[in-house]
Every structure is written in structure tokens, then in C-alpha cells.
């Protein structure tokens, strides 16, 4: 049976996950984590995409973004083709680093950039523990991914 296609249109957001294959860990080390969001930043500059909201977890991510060009599949292969080279290649091991293909789950701008919406994430026990944009975040403003992790 054939993977069904994806949804891509000009200025769509996306509630984008990917998960580590065997629930394994994906960023066991915070150089890890900014060493993915090196890429994210490169695709950023390089496909135009927004990113609004992230949350990096151990053994998987979560990205909200907005996709001016209707370029959502070039862009994530770019950020997961790209990280899982450098992960292996660090590590010295084969094989794929994540579980199936990344999630992207179409969304409602206003429902996602609402205050109730953000305030109903950070109420979550997961922000607690997880590397978070919405800490870094201000209403209405997409994310400067410059920052690093200490």
C-alpha cells in the first residue's frame, strides 16, 4: 500500500513530531539538541519556513511552523537527512535514527497562536523537563533560533 501524500499548501502551519526509532534517544546531549537546531535554523534560511514553537524532548521533537512556499517535505527531509548524518556519523553507528517518517498534523493558525493555546502547553508536566521555545517565546512572534542550551 502506498504512503498517502501529504498535505502541502503556501502558508499552511504544521504541529510537526518525530519520534526516536525504539523510543530511543534522538538528543542525549545538549551539543545534540543545538546541533539540531543548527539545522532547523539552516532550513529556515534556506526554505523559508517559519518556526513558531519547539520542544525538544529526548527521544523525540515537536515543531509548529508555517510554510510560505509549500515546501514542508524538502524541508523536514533537509533537518532529518541532515541530523541523523551527524548522529551516526558521531557516534559511529548505521541504520536510521527515527521511527517511520515525521508526523505532520495540519493546523488552525488561530487555535496555535492563541494565549489559552500557549498557556495550556506550559501547563503541561512535560515543559518542566523538555528544552522549550514557548519559555523563549513572545506572543505573536516567530523564534530566533540563535539560542544555545546550558
Given amino acids: 500500500m502506498a504512503r498517502p501524500l501529504r498535505i502541502e499548501f ?4 504544521y ?4 519520534r ?7 538528543f542525549p546531549t545538549k551539543t545534540d539538541k543545538n546541533k539540531f537546531l543548527y539545522y532547523v535554523d539552516v532550513a529556515f534560511r ?3 519556513v517559519l518556526i513558531h514553537a519547539f520542544v525538544l ?3 523525540h521533537y515537536h515543531l509548529i511552523l508555517k510554510t510560505p512556499r509549500a515546501n514542508l517535505s524538502k524541508t523536514m527531509h533537509f533537518i532529518n537527512t541532515s541530523y541523523a548524518a551527524y548522529f551516526n556519523s558521531k557516534r559511529k553507528r548505521q541504520g536510521p535514527l527515527y521511527q517511520g517518517r515525521f508526523k505532520a498534523i495540519l493546523v488552525q493558525q488561530d487555535k496555535y497562536r492563541s494565549e489559552e493555546h500557549t498557556s495550556e502547553l506550559q501547563s503541561h508536566s512535560f515543559i518542566s523537563y523538555a528544552v522549550s521555545s514557548l519559555k523563549k517565546k513572545k506572543q505573536n512572534q516567530t523564534l530566533s533560533l540563535t539560542h544555545t542550551f546550558i
Avoid: S, V
Fill in 46 to 48: 534556506r526554505y523559508g
Fill in 15 to 18: 504541529h510537526i513530531t518525530q
Fill in 10 to 13: 503556501q502558508g499552511a502551519y
Fill in 57 to 59: 524532548m529526548d527521544n
Fill in 20 to 26: 526516536g526509532i525504539e523510543r530511543k534517544p534522538i
